[in-house]
C-alpha cells in the first residue's frame, strides 16, 4: 500500500485526484493541500510514499517545493504546463500528468509508480547463496560472484566472476529468476538474466559485464530504463 498526498491549489482538481485515487486499490489517500506549505506540516507527521503534485502554485510552486525536500518521496506531476517536463524527470519524477488527463492515463502513472516502489523496497532484500546440482554433485552458488545467467529450455548456463567456465544446471530460468529478484538481477531477454551491479555498460539493445555482451530484447528495455533510473537515487 502506497501512503500518497495530493498538492494542488484547484479545488476541481484536488477533487478529482481524490476520486481517481480512491477507486486505486494499492493507494492510501493521507491528506489533500492547497498547497506546499500544508503538505510540508503533513510531511512532518506522516509517512507519505507517493506525492501528486501540482506545479503552478503560489508562494512556492511545486518544483521549487520538490527541490527543497532532502529525501523526496516518489512524485507524480499534475499539470497544464508541459514546458516543465524536462525539469521534472532531471528531478526524478516517477510521471508527467498533463492536464487534462483521463483515468486510464492516471491508472498508468500510478501503476508505473507502484512498480518503482515496490523494486525500491526489494532492494534491501539481498539474495542467499544457494547450492545447484551438477551431475548428481550440489554446487554451491555464491550470489556476489554471479554475473549473468543463460536459460536452454530446461537448463541455465550460471556465468561466474570467479571461472571461465559455467555452471551448467537443470532448471528453468524462470525458477532461478524467482530466487534472485529485482532490482539485484534484472531480465534483459527471455533468455537472460543479468546482475545489474555487474553491468559496465548499457547499449541500445545490449548490455555489456566487462567485454561479455548480452542481447536486451525489446519486450524487456524498459527493465534496464528501470534499472538505470534506481541507480541515480
Given at each position: 500500500m502506497?501512503?500518497?498526498?495530493?498538492?494542488?491549489?484547484?479545488?476541481?482538481?484536488?477533487?478529482?485526484?481524490e476520486d481517481n485515487i480512491r477507486q486505486i486499490p494499492f493507494l492510501q489517500l493521507i491528506k489533500t493541500c492547497?498547497?506546499?506549505m500544508e503538505a510540508m506540516e503533513v510531511m512532518q507527521h506522516e509517512q507519505v510514499d507517493l506525492i501528486f503534485l501540482d506545479i503552478q502554485m503560489p508562494r512556492l510552486n511545486g518544483l521549487q517545493f520538490l527541490r527543497s525536500l532532502p529525501q523526496?518521496?516518489?512524485?507524480?506531476?499534475?499539470?497544464?504546463y508541459e514546458q516543465y517536463a524536462m525539469e521534472g524527470f532531471e528531478l526524478q519524477v516517477a510521471d508527467y500528468l498533463l492536464k487534462p488527463f483521463s483515468f486510464e492515463r492516471f491508472l498508468r502513472a500510478c501503476n508505473h509508480a507502484y512498480e518503482l516502489f515496490r523494486l525500491q523496497h526489494k532492494?534491501?532484500?539481498?539474495?542467499?547463496?544457494?547450492?545447484v546440482y551438477v551431475e548428481y554433485v550440489?554446487?554451491?552458488?555464491v550470489v556476489a560472484d554471479i554475473e549473468y545467467i543463460e536459460g536452454l529450455r530446461d537448463y541455465i548456463k550460471i556465468y561466474l566472476s570467479s571461472s571461465?567456465?559455467?555452471?551448467?544446471?537443470?532448471?528453468?530460468?524462470?525458477?532461478?529468476?524467482?530466487?534472485?529478484p529485482p532490482p539485484a538481477f534484472i531480465r534483459t531477454h527471455k533468455s537472460f538474466l543479468v546482475a545489474a551491479r555487474k553491468i559496465?555498460?548499457?547499449?541500445?539493445?545490449?548490455?555489456?559485464?566487462?567485454?561479455?555482451?548480452?542481447?536486451?530484447?525489446?519486450?524487456?528495455?524498459?527493465?534496464?530504463?528501470?534499472?538505470?533510473?534506481?541507480?541515480?537515487?
Open positions: 502506497m501512503r500518497c498526498i495530493v498538492i494542488d491549489d484547484e479545488l476541481l482538481v484536488r477533487e478529482l485526484l492547497k498547497n506546499a523526496p518521496p516518489m512524485v507524480i506531476l499534475v499539470t497544464a532492494a534491501a532484500d539481498v539474495p542467499k547463496d544457494f547450492f550440489q554446487v554451491k552458488i571461465t567456465k559455467p555452471v551448467l544446471t537443470r532448471m528453468t530460468i524462470k525458477a532461478i529468476e524467482e530466487k534472485l559496465t555498460a548499457v547499449k541500445r539493445d545490449l548490455v555489456m559485464i566487462g567485454n561479455k555482451e548480452i542481447p536486451v530484447s525489446e519486450f524487456y528495455k524498459e527493465n534496464v530504463t528501470r534499472m538505470l533510473n534506481l541507480s541515480k537515487d
